[in-house]
């Protein structure tokens, strides 16, 4: 069973503060990773996705990656109570027909206070 | 921005009946999925659809559920006779290709079964 694995939380951070979340995942077939925020009862947004290891910056959000160590985290800068919410990290396989089928985790559920 | 829509929001109904649920992804997108997330757990792949045939299927898409594209624009889940456990919000996505393309995820429908 191929599994991505987050710390289900809750994540509480300062108004301010740099949260970190972090997913492990057991394929190494894996191919291209992602980030969504998901509000509840809503549908997952996208907010980051990375495919090479290394950094990928998008305003406050940073995504890292390391396939030798099968792990993937995100870190918000400057964190905001809008920002409360369950971040879902999500892999996909490289090649065949698994065009969009995502593995999920289960999410860290993030509480950002004033 | 484009978004896929999905009706309806709700949907009530007897074990044992017959539901469908509708999405009308992207217009220009090719890739149709469906994902479900029973309450409290994962996000969870069901099925990817392209070229007018399912690419590829989880282990939950059994002989109870089908998926169609009954012309250009919609694409439909149906559940054949409802369980219990099929409670859950359905998620449609769509994306542009195949490949490291970025899925977008309609609103939901929350299904309940009683």
């Known amino acids: 069973q191929k599994e991505v694995e987050q710390n289900s939380g809750p994540l509480s951070v300062p108004e301010g503060a740099i949260a970190s979340l972090n997913c492990t995942y057991s394929d190494r077939v894996s191919q291209s990773f992602f980030w969504y925020r998901q509000y509840s009862g809503k549908s997952p947004e996208l907010i980051m996705s990375?495919?090479?290891?290394g950094d990928k910056e998008d305003g406050r959000f940073t995504a890292q990656l390391n396939k030798a160590s099968q792990y993937v985290s995100l870190l918000i800068r400057d964190s905001q109570p809008s920002d409360s919410a369950t971040y879902l990290c999500?892999?996909?396989?490289?090649?065949?027909?698994?065009?969009?089928?995502?593995?999920f985790g289960q999410g860290t559920i993030l509480t950002v206070h004033p | 921005e484009p978004e896929v829509t999905q009706t309806p929001s709700h949907q009530v109904t007897q074990m044992g009946q017959e539901v469908i649920l509708r999405c009308v992804p992207i217009?220009?997108?090719?890739?149709f999925y469906w994902y479900r997330q029973i309450l409290g757990q994962k996000v969870e792949f069901l099925v990817s659809f392209y070229n007018n045939e399912i690419s590829e299927k989880s282990e939950i898409f059994d002989d109870q559920f089908s998926v169609e594209r009954p012309d250009g624009s919609n694409f439909t889940l149906k559940i054949r006779s409802t369980k219990l456990e099929d409670s859950a919000m359905y998620f449609c996505?769509?994306?542009?290709?195949?490949?490291?393309?970025?899925?977008?995820f309609g609103s939901g429908t929350q299904l309940s079964v009683l």
């Open positions: 996505a769509s994306s542009g290709t195949g490949g490291n393309e970025k899925l977008f």
């Open positions: 217009s220009n997108h090719l890739y």
């Open positions: 999500a892999v996909k396989r490289a090649g065949g027909t698994s065009y969009g089928k995502l593995t």
């Open positions: 990375i495919y090479s290891n």
